[in-house]
């Protein structure tokens, strides 16, 4: 795999690791209210589901290292995990906020582009 698809598997992972940390950590304190847009009110409110999401995001992060420790073997689990940030993006973008279209679907786009082209290479 080049380089440039190993970079960008990797942030996305670490992207998704940060997701974590925010959504099962941080999520009724400043840094995660400010990230998310919530009140105190709301986060509190929502505190369990966020974990449970973070969790969910850890899981597709694990799945992209694992993908990138396998190497060329690897390949499956990375498109795999790859199209799963990307149809999450897209349905975040649908329906919670236009932003994630650009913070999670597009590098999970280009991290699939750059594998294929890797493998093809």
Not at 5 to 15: F, R, T, Y
Request: hydrophobic share 60%; net charge positive.
């Amino acid at each position: 795999m080049s380089l440039a698809a190993s970079i960008v598997v990797a942030l996305v992972a670490l992207l998704h690791f940060y997701f974590l940390v925010l959504e099962m950590f941080l999520w009724d304190k400043p840094a995660g209210m400010r990230a998310f847009g919530q009140t105190p009110e709301s986060a509190a409110a929502t505190k369990v589901l966020a974990a449970n999401q973070g969790l969910y995001n850890g899981f597709l992060a694990a799945g992209l290292l694992w993908g990138l420790w396998l190497g060329p073997e690897g390949f499956g689990v990375k498109v795999f995990f790859l199209l799963c940030v990307l149809v999450a993006g897209l349905y975040g973008a649908a329906t919670a906020s236009r932003k994630i279209l650009y913070v999670q679907a597009l590098p999970a786009a280009l991290g699939l582009v750059l594998v294929h082209l890797s493998r093809s290479a």
